[in-house]
């Protein structure tokens, strides 16, 4: 099992950014394409971002031309640069596989993002 720890999350004022970085105990490159997830108060988690292992991209609507997803293989670490943060991104950000179901057991503790004024 690959550990993966969130961190980069914070207090940020709408419109400001921020970079979250995914560090994983083990080979992302073997776990194929990964994710950020996000999951705010009395809502379900969603699917935010994914990258493939060879760098292919892909974007929820209602953050695209904003988030950016990135890896660096050899450091094992995925980062989701946010950019022109709104309200609405409030949530706690999750980094895992880019799967339609996955084990309650492959979860983080997340990192907690709030934009707020």
């Known amino acids: 099992q690959v550990q993966l720890v969130e961190s980069g999350g914070g207090l940020v004022q709408p419109g400001g950014s921020l970079r979250l970085s995914c560090a994983a105990s083990?080979?992302?490159?073997?776990?194929?394409?990964m994710a950020w997830y996000r999951q705010a108060p009395g809502k379900q988690r969603e699917l935010v971002a994914a990258?493939?292992?060879?760098?292919?991209?892909n974007y929820a609507d209602s953050v695209k031309g904003r988030f950016t997803i990135s890896r660096d293989n050899a450091k094992n670490t995925v980062y989701l640069q946010m950019n022109s943060l709104k309200p609405e991104d409030t949530a706690v950000y999750y980094c895992?596989?880019?799967?339609?179901?996955?084990?309650?057991?492959?979860w983080g503790q997340g990192t907690q993002v709030t934009v707020s004024s």
């Open positions: 895992n596989a880019d799967q339609a179901w996955l084990p309650s057991g492959s």
């Open positions: 990258i493939t292992s060879g760098g292919s991209t």
């Open positions: 083990g080979s992302i490159f073997s776990m194929g394409a």
